[in-house]
């Protein structure tokens, strides 16, 4: 795979990026039950709603928020997915009155609990987490398959499986780990406390801490200047630095020298370059 990243076959895989035939119908024009869904200025905002349920993830919400981001991947006019949920919770876990009935052979060969939040990490385009109030179980693995996760000041994450005898599903053993560490990855687990938006940022799951009820216009501030920029180039650079979560540095390294060469097949590279040597601001095309 390395070998190939700068072969014709790469180069034709970030123009397609911005290429992709859209959905017939718009994530914005389709009728969901759980969530709410948004396009502006170049942003798709997928809010879960499911307030009397303080957004507990049961599997129809969980279908929808795939379906949505995988909508807005395919979508030319959304360069930045952001999910959210309300001002009073993100998503307090999953739904355990609908998974507590699960059979061993449901959960493993009819459902596959726990495989969306990978559907969710594999969209090409940054996916940032706006959390206010709780992220727990379920909550915490989707916030923590996004991109960049901007937390209120009352943001809380935790992953308290164990306290109702499993354990996490969607990545809060893996993800966790290479977020935090080990040592605070297993006493989370293990204990299944909740750690505060001040300690999450300080060990690194969260990427900054903002005012009680301005995590969504803080997110929306930093969509705004990444949704600025190539959306094939921000995709390479975002796949460069999830390569470096599994690989080794030679490898990794090579991986991102092969994604620079391969960019100089782009408009937006000459367009980029010649707008800083004119001292002007660049014009992209996403392609």
């Known amino acids: 795979m390395l070998r190939t990243l700068c072969t014709h076959?790469?180069?034709?895989?970030?123009?397609?990026?911005?290429?992709?035939?859209?959905?017939?119908?718009?994530?914005?024009?389709?009728?969901?039950?759980?969530?709410?869904?948004?396009?502006?200025?170049?942003?798709?905002?997928?809010?879960?709603?499911?307030?009397?349920?303080?957004?507990?993830?049961?599997?129809?919400?969980?279908?929808?928020?795939?379906?949505?981001?995988?909508?807005?991947?395919?979508?030319?006019?959304?360069?930045?997915?952001?999910?959210?949920?309300?001002?009073?919770?993100?998503?307090?876990?999953?739904?355990?009155?609908?998974?507590?009935?699960?059979?061993?052979?449901?959960?493993?060969?009819?459902?596959?609990?726990?495989s969306w939040t990978d559907r969710i990490s594999a969209i090409k385009k940054p996916i940032i987490a706006a959390v206010s109030g709780f992220a727990l179980g379920g909550g915490c693995e989707l916030a923590m398959a996004a991109d960049i996760v901007i937390a209120g000041e009352d943001a809380q994450f935790g992953q308290p499986e164990v306290q109702i005898g499993t354990l996490p599903s969607a990545g809060g053993t893996q993800r966790l780990v290479r977020a935090v560490g080990k040592a605070k990855a297993m006493e989370l687990v293990l204990t299944g406390r909740k750690m505060n938006a001040e300690e999450a940022e300080s060990v690194g799951l969260v990427t900054r801490v903002a005012r009680k009820g301005e995590a969504l216009k803080e997110a929306k501030d930093v969509a705004a200047v990444i949704a600025r920029h190539s959306l094939p180039i921000v995709a390479a650079a975002k796949e460069c630095v999830n390569v470096a979560f599994e690989s080794t540095l030679s490898q990794g390294l090579r991986f991102e020298k092969r994604a620079f060469q391969s960019t100089f097949a782009l408009d937006d590279q000459k367009e980029g370059m010649k707008a800083f040597i004119d001292q002007r601001k660049p014009s992209f095309k996403n392609r």
């Open 9 to 114: 076959a790469r180069r034709v895989y970030y123009r397609s990026l911005c290429e992709s035939a859209s959905s017939p119908l718009p994530v914005t024009s389709r009728q969901f039950e759980n969530i709410l869904a948004s396009n502006d200025e170049r942003i798709g905002v997928i809010a879960i709603h499911r307030p009397r349920q303080m957004n507990a993830l049961n599997e129809e919400t969980i279908s929808e928020i795939v379906e949505a981001a995988e909508g807005f991947e395919n979508d030319p006019t959304v360069n930045v997915i952001i999910v959210t949920g309300s001002e009073r919770v993100f998503a307090a876990g999953n739904d355990i009155e609908e998974m507590a009935s699960h059979s061993f052979h449901a959960a493993r060969f009819r459902r596959d609990i726990g």
